[in-house]
Structures are given as structure tokens and as C-alpha cells.
């Protein structure tokens, strides 16, 4: 089995759908008796300070190129060209989205992204994603060849909670406070349904501070301070104990290259309320949930209503969710794709 090295920035535990990804991911090429060294990176990336630039530079070119260097998303896509292509070691990229998809990006930003991503990739021995639909992106917009990437979809850990949905029935979202994520769209639907009876629970650390205070600002305005609450990060166990109790699981988002949370709310045989965009489509199975333009907040309320008041619909939803968990892979497997990535990358 090929040896690697995997390049990881910042906090390795962070909660986001990404650094699950790869903490599980590293976690499973281990247990399957591969040596995979961690390379931490500095935590300002994707917009990484000089400092941390130059270090992670000297770093991945020092790397023994008899091993093969695994790089996240944030360090293929946003270190300097030149300085990739000073590295020795075979590289293969773990691409979750592209950088220049994240929103709130100005023209400038996003053309710099996408730019540099695009010449980094070229640098690439293979590329790892989570989605056909990033696969796809890659593809089509990256110049990405089909044979040089490789779909690893997430694994997903099968509930140690049965269901219980609480009353009045819980609204559970999961993500960041993130504006890619879209809890300011899932605010203003909910202060749409004041009629019905349901209450909310909105799970995810704080991305930045002044986006955080907006949704609380938002909260607050609306009037939805005694029916939704902003848990912020909580633990697996609480969040495990979210899902029992939630009714229907609603994220808002404005783009996902394939969103781990969606599999965790189809394992717990939720129903799902999202957005048409990015892999959203592809992960979420059309008999498991309902889909929506994005930034429609009527729309969003309507979609979240008709899943709360029409119980044969809901049924429904929830028996096409549990056919899907039951087809979801499990970290292993997902692990073992991987491997045979690593395996398959040539020698120096």
C-alpha cells in the first residue's frame, strides 16, 4: 500500500462538512493499515497570510516524493502555482468545491480563484471529490480530464438514536453561519409560517462574527426569538439527539458540492427541504425531499409547510429517505476508494 502524506489547514476539528470529510477519511486510511502521515497547515487558508504561504510551500516540498501528498481543497486550490510545482511528491487533490463557487465572492476575488485553482490542478496527479456534479464542474469548467478524478462520496454513520420527533414538531437545520449556507433565506421563510405550529433548532459554529450577529439581528426582528434558537456548535451527542427529535430537516443553502448533512438527515429518516443547486439534486433523492430556487423564501416557506401539514406526503418523504440511507456508503468504504487512488498514483 502506497504511504501518504495528507495536508489538512487550521483545526483539523473544525465542524464543517469538509473537515469531517477529511478528518474520517484520514481516520479510515489508517485503519486499513496505510501509513498517512497528518500535515498540518496554517488555518489561514483559503486566504492564506505570506507567513502562512511561504510555510506551507516549504513544507509540501519537502514532503519524500516515494509518498503520495494528499492536499485539501483549500491548499490545492488557494496556494501560489509556482510554488506547487516546486513540489517533489505526486499530488492528489481532495476537492470539495471549487473556491471561486463560494458566494459573496467579488468578480476580481472569484477570477483570481478560479484562475489559480485551475492552473494547481493541472499540477495534479488525481483528483479526489465528494459528487459527480464537483466531478462534472471540473470537468467542464476546470479542464480537468474524466479519467484523472475519482468520486469518493462521504460515509455516513448509521443513527445510535430512534426516532422520537418532539411536539410541536422541530425544524432542524445544520450548517455554519456561513451566508453560502443560507440560514438568512430559512429566517425569513419561517417568519412566513407564524400560523403553524412548529418550533426550530439552526446547528453550526459561528464562520465570522458580523454574519452571525445579522441572523441573530434577523431572528430578533422577525419575531421567531421564542420559536427558533441559534445553538451555534454543539456536540455529536446533542446533535444526535437533535435528529431523533426533529420532524423535517431544512437548509437553505446557496450552494453545496455535496453536503454531508444531507445524508446524516436521510440515515434518521427525515425528509429534507433544500435548495436546487450545486449537488444538492444528486444527493438529495427526489422521493426524499422537496427542492427550491434558491434566495426564495416564499417558495422555501411553502415547501416547509406542505411537509408539516400533509401527513401522507410526509410519510412518503420519509419512506424514500430510509430507502436511500440504506444505500449510503459507510466511511470504509469510502476509505478503500481512496486507497485504490493512492495505489494507482506511479512512482517518482
Partial sequence: MRPAVFAIPGDMDTQTGGYVYERRLLQGLRDAGR??????????????TPVHMADAVARLCAVDPGRVLILDGFISGATETAGLARVRAPMVAMVHHPLAEET?????????????????????THVLVPSPHTAGVLTARYGVAPGRITVARPGTDRPGMTGRP?????????????????????????????QRAWQAVIVGGSHDAAHSAL??????????????????????????????????FALATR???????FDEALAHGLPIVSCRTGAVPDTVPADAGLLVAVDAPG???????????????????????????????????????A??????????
Fill in 35 to 48: 501509513d498517512v502521515v497528518h500535515l498540518p497547515l496554517g488555518g489561514s487558508y483559503p486566504d492564506p
Fill in 104 to 124: 459573496g465572492l467579488g468578480a476580481a476575488r472569484r477570477d483570481h480563484l478560479f484562475r489559480n485553482e485551475r492552473d494547481n490542478l493541472a499540477l495534479m
Fill in 166 to 194: 418532539v411536539d410541536p414538531p422541530m425544524i432542524l437545520s445544520v450548517g455554519i453561519q456561513h451566508p453560502r449556507k443560507g440560514h438568512d433565506v430559512l429566517l425569513a421563510a419561517l417568519a412566513l409560517m407564524q
Fill in 215 to 248: 441572523l441573530e439581528r434577523q431572528r430578533v426582528a422577525s419575531g421567531l426569538e421564542r420559536r427558533v434558537r441559534l445553538a451555534g456548535r454543539i456536540s455529536a451527542a446533542e446533535l444526535g439527539a437533535l435528529y431523533a427529535s426533529a420532524t423535517v
Fill in 255 to 261: 450552494y453545496e458540492g455535496y453536503g454531508i448533512v
Fill in 299 to 337: 417558495a422555501f416557506a411553502e415547501a416547509l409547510d406542505r411537509v408539516l401539514g400533509d401527513n401522507g406526503l410526509r410519510l412518503g418523504l420519509v419512506q424514500g429517505a430510509t430507502r436511500a440511507a440504506a444505500g449510503l456508503p459507510d466511511w470504509h468504504q469510502t476509505a478503500a476508494i
Fill in 339 to 348: 486507497g485504490r487512488v493512492l495505489d494507482g498514483v506511479r512512482g517518482s
